[in-house]
């Protein structure tokens, strides 16, 4: 198996791994995942030829689809709330539901 492939199935576990943490724990890993993934695609594209790139680019979009739409809205400077997981909760005493 050549280094690109091996490089897509380790990038492929390590998504699949992070997606099964908390939403809180995602973030760092998360994150390092999406840069890493360009690389990744363009080092397959260039040694298997970029007919590969195709299905990589759009696994990593369906993968990513929520945290890249986040990026993508703060970048044109609409409005992005976080996910609810996210969000501050309400403190103990001030009547509102979390």
């Known amino acids: 198996m050549s280094g690109?492939?091996?490089a897509a199935v380790v990038w492929v576990l390590a998504a699949t791994v992070t997606a099964l943490l908390p939403?809180?724990?995602q973030?760092?890993?998360g994150f390092a995942l999406v840069l890493a993934a360009p690389a990744v695609?363009?080092?397959l594209g260039a040694s298997h030829g970029w007919l590969w790139v195709l299905p990589a680019l759009l696994a990593f979009l369906s993968m990513f689809r929520n945290p890249l739409l986040y990026f993508?809205?703060?970048a044109l400077g609409r409005p992005a709330?976080?996910?609810p997981e996210l969000?501050?909760?309400a403190a103990p005493?001030?009547?509102r539901k979390p």
């Open 4 to 6: 690109p492939l091996i």
């Open 23 to 25: 939403l809180r724990r």
């Open 27 to 29: 973030m760092v890993v």
């Open 41 to 43: 695609i363009i080092w």
């Open 72 to 74: 993508a809205r703060r």
């Open 81 to 83: 709330p976080p996910p």
């Open 87 to 89: 969000a501050p909760k």
């Open 93 to 95: 005493g001030t009547g």
